[in-house]
Each structure stands twice: as structure tokens, then as C-alpha cells.
């Protein structure tokens, strides 16, 4: 059986669509930045393959945290601080460290772990990278990441608001 990828494309945009709803209500209420990048990817693959070992709530959060943390210590052991770093400046050959070394820490914690998880590679470059730099924001996306998880574990999976999960959908 075939699905109007019209219909599809309108269940899985509602269904994120909520969740980053809930998580900028929650940004706008507490003027902290609760909707991160890379959580978007994250939904997503709730919403496409909500049945996916890659997507269990143990690997979203441990993948997410453990990039969080590599990006964290990568960032403040290579970079240390933000700022314009000019083209072939020692600065910005930091930021491309950080980032591979980022990247290795996550690939190896998530694989020690079996938490792998494909969109803490975002976390990990967003982190790496100096956009997130300091513990309270750190600690803001582990309470984001909660949060998604929760509302999907207790509203996306059991309400039939929308078509999930998706065992039937025939050629997309």
C-alpha cells in the first residue's frame, strides 16, 4: 500500500513540529535557549523510525550527552574562548582540532557505550565549536533533551494523534 507523501510529509512535520513547540514555549517562558540544532535531527528520526534501535531513549540521550561532554572538553582543552579567528590563523586551526578531536571522543564514547546516535555529531561540532561553551548551557541541553525524550515517550508514541510509528507506510 502506497502513502500520499504529501500526507506523510504533513504527519511527520505536525509531529515535529510539536515537540519543538513544547521546547521553545519552554525557551520563551525561561529565556534560555532549550531549542538547540541539533535536537531537530534527533526528532526526526522519532518521527521516521520511531522503532529504530538508533533511536531508543537510552541512545538518544546517552549519544547526545556523551557528544555534549566530548564537545564540551574538546572546545575548552584546544580553543578556550570565541571569537573572529582569521583565514590561516592558529585560532582557526584550533577550532578545526577541536572539532575532529570532538568528533573521535564521541564516535569512541558512543560506541563504548552502544549509544550511538547520529545527531550527537551535531552536538558535538555545536559544543566543539564554541556556540555552547559554558556548564549552565550544557546542563540547559541535557534538560532539552529530557524533555523531547519525555514528550515523545509520553505523548508522540501513545496518542494517535499522529501516524505512528510508521510499520506501514508502503513506498515513500
Not at 580553543?79 to 578545526?96: C, D, H, N, Y
Not at 501516524?163 to 508502503?170: D, F, T
Amino acid at each position: 500500500m502506497d502513502v500520499d507523501r504529501e500526507t506523510f510529509g504533513l504527519d511527520v512535520g505536525s509531529y515535529i513540529g510539536f515537540h519543538l513547540v513544547v521546547l521553545g514555549l519552554v525557551s520563551w517562558v525561561t529565556g534560555q535557549p532549550f531549542l538547540i540544532p541539533s535536537l531537530g535531527p534527533s526528532v526526526f528520526l522519532l518521527a521516521t523510525l520511531p522503532d529504530s534501535r538508533m533511536n531508543y531513549p537510552e541512545r538518544i540521550i546517552g549519544g547526545e550527552c556523551i557528544g555534549a561532554l566530548s564537545g564540551y572538553a574538546a572546545f575548552h582543552l584546544l580553543v578556550g574562548s570565541v571569537g573572529a579567528t582569521p583565514p590561516l590563523s592558529f585560532e582557526a586551526f584550533r577550532q578545526v582540532l577541536s572539532a575532529f578531536t570532538a568528533t573521535v571522543l564521541t564516535t569512541v564514547g558512543t560506541y563504548a557505550t552502544n549509544t550511538q546516535h547520529p545527531p550527537a555529531y551535531a552536538t558535538t561540532l555545536i559544543v566543539s565549536l564554541g556556540i555552547l561553551t559554558r556548564p549552565p548551557q550544557i546542563l540547559i541541553f541535557g534538560v532539552a533533551l529530557l524533555a523531547m525524550v519525555a514528550v515523545h515517550e509520553g505523548v508522540g508514541k501513545r496518542l494517535p494523534i499522529w501516524n505512528l510509528p510508521y510499520e506501514n507506510r508502503g513506498n515513500i
